[in-house]
C-alpha cells in the first residue's frame, strides 16, 4: 500500500474551516484515499473516501489534486467535539486480497480550541 | 441501523489464560476485520473473514486466531496471553469485499493482561 505522511498536530479556532493535508506521492491509479478519525478510547470512525474527484458528505470535504499526490480533508466548521487524530489511509483497489486491511499511520492530531 | 457491536467492553485478563473476544457487524455486512491497537505499535491488522473463510492475516503469532459464523459474526481467541497482548481490540465490518467500501468500527474490546 502507498504511504501517507501527516503532519503530527494541527490546531483550529471553533467555528473555523480545518484543512487537514496528506501526502501519498507514491499512490497507484486504481487507490483510494480514505480518511477516518479516532476520538479517545473509541474506534476509529470513517468520513470520506475517494478516488480521484472532489467528494462531499455531512461530515468533511475531500479535495484530491490532480496528480492525486496529496488530499486535504476539510472540516467546514469544526466544533470542540472535531478533536481528534485523523488518519488519512491509502487502499487498494479490486484486484488484490486485502480489503478489510488498512494501513494506519500516526495519523494527525487536531486540537480544535474555543 | 446499529452499527458494529463488540462484546465485552473491557476485560481484565492473568498471564496464561485465554479470551475470546466477540463482533456482530453491521445488519447485512460480511466482511468483518479485527485490529490491535497498542500505544506503542498503533493500529495493526490481524486477520479477516468473509463468508466464514480467512481471507488475509496480519503479522501475529498462532496465539491469535478468530472465526466467522454464518451470521456474519465473528470471534476472536488468544490463547496464552502474554503481558503485551494488552490492547484495544477493535473489529470493523464491510458491506462488500472491495475497496469501495467502507470498513465501519465498533468500539473496541479493552483488554487488560495482568
Known amino acids: 500500500d502507498a504511504k501517507t505522511t501527516q503532519p503530527t498536530s494541527m490546531d483550529c479556532a471553533e467555528g473555523r474551516a480545518a484543512n487537514l493535508p496528506c501526502n501519498h506521492s507514491?499512490?497507484?491509479?486504481?487507490?483510494?484515499v480514505y480518511w477516518y478519525r479516532q476520538i479517545h478510547s473509541q474506534g476509529p470512525q470513517y468520513i470520506i473516501h475517494?478516488?480521484?474527484n472532489n467528494e462531499t458528505n455531512e461530515m468533511a470535504s475531500l479535495i484530491i489534486t490532480e496528480d492525486r499526490k496529496s488530499s486535504t480533508l476539510i472540516l467546514p466548521h469544526a466544533t470542540l467535539r472535531d478533536t481528534a487524530v485523523y488518519y488519512c489511509?491509502?487502499?487498494?483497489?479490486?484486484?488484490?486480497?486485502?480489503?478489510?486491511?488498512?494501513?494506519f499511520g500516526q495519523g494527525t492530531i487536531l486540537t480544535v480550541h474555543p | 441501523k446499529a452499527g458494529v457491536t463488540q462484546t465485552p467492553r473491557y476485560l481484565i485478563k492473568t498471564r496464561g489464560q485465554q479470551v475470546t473476544l466477540s463482533c456482530s457487524p453491521i445488519?447485512?455486512?460480511?466482511?468483518v476485520s479485527w485490529y490491535q491497537q497498542t500505544p506503542g505499535q498503533g493500529l495493526q491488522f490481524l486477520f479477516e473473514?468473509?463468508?466464514?473463510?480467512?481471507?488475509n492475516k496480519g503479522n501475529f503469532p498462532g496465539r491469535f486466531s478468530g472465526r466467522q459464523f454464518s451470521n456474519s459474526r465473528s470471534e476472536m481467541n488468544v490463547s496464552t496471553l502474554e503481558l503485551g497482548d494488552s490492547a484495544l481490540y477493535l473489529c470493523?465490518?464491510?458491506?462488500?469485499?472491495?475497496?469501495?467500501?467502507?470498513?465501519?468500527f465498533g468500539n473496541g474490546t479493552r483488554l487488560t493482561v495482568t
Open positions: 470493523a465490518s464491510s458491506l462488500m469485499q472491495i475497496s469501495n467500501s467502507p470498513l465501519h
Open positions: 507514491t499512490i497507484s491509479g486504481n487507490e483510494y
Open positions: 475517494g478516488l480521484k
Open positions: 489511509i491509502v487502499r487498494v483497489n479490486a484486484g488484490g486480497t486485502s480489503y478489510g486491511k488498512l494501513t
Open positions: 445488519s447485512g455486512h460480511r466482511s
Open positions: 473473514y468473509f463468508s466464514e473463510t480467512q481471507r
